[in-house]
């Protein structure tokens, strides 16, 4: 909904000819969706993951989840134990392609178990 409202700003901004601040709306649109519109690199080891974006990154260990699921688009990363509506939006999704090695999603699921007996 911010995003549509955005987008309505920037073309009102762009009929009264204000295009500077119609060019900085739209800077800050690219700057809140930009998990959504530029690529991301996914780095996993021992410690955690790490997501790259142009813009910054975001760093995780493995005890903030207690569960892994698979999907044909990715693997969500859920800080529930079980499944749960809220997961969607509390977890970290990563998105892969249907030739993904289960070799990813097994290293995954073996340190989420290892960071539940550390605790």
């Given at each position: 909904?911010?995003?549509?409202?955005?987008?309505?700003?920037?073309?009102?901004?762009?009929?009264?000819?204000?295009?500077?601040?119609?060019?900085?709306?739209?800077?800050?649109?690219?700057?809140?969706?930009?998990?959504?519109?530029?690529?991301?690199?996914?780095?996993?080891?021992?410690?955690?993951?790490?997501?790259?974006?142009?813009?910054g990154s975001i760093n995780?260990?493995?005890?903030?989840?207690?569960?892994?699921?698979?999907?044909?688009?990715?693997?969500?990363?859920?800080?529930?134990?079980?499944?749960?509506?809220?997961?969607?939006?509390?977890?970290?999704?990563?998105?892969?392609n249907e030739t993904t090695?289960?070799?990813?999603?097994?290293?995954?699921?073996?340190?989420?178990?290892?960071?539940?007996?550390?605790?």
């Amino acid at each position: 909904m911010i995003t549509l409202n955005t987008l309505f700003i920037a073309l009102a901004l762009v009929l009264m000819r204000s295009y500077i601040l119609a060019f900085l709306i739209l800077i800050i649109l690219l700057i809140e969706q930009r998990r959504f519109i530029l690529p991301a690199n996914v780095s996993l080891d021992g410690s955690g993951l790490v997501v790259t974006y142009p813009l910054g990154s975001i760093n995780k260990s493995w005890n903030e989840f207690k569960s892994a699921h698979r999907d044909r688009n990715g693997i969500l990363l859920s800080p529930f134990a079980f499944r749960s509506r809220l997961e969607k939006f509390r977890g970290t999704y990563i998105l892969t392609n249907e030739t993904t090695p289960d070799d990813a999603f097994d290293f995954i699921v073996r340190n989420i178990d290892q960071g539940r007996k550390t605790l």
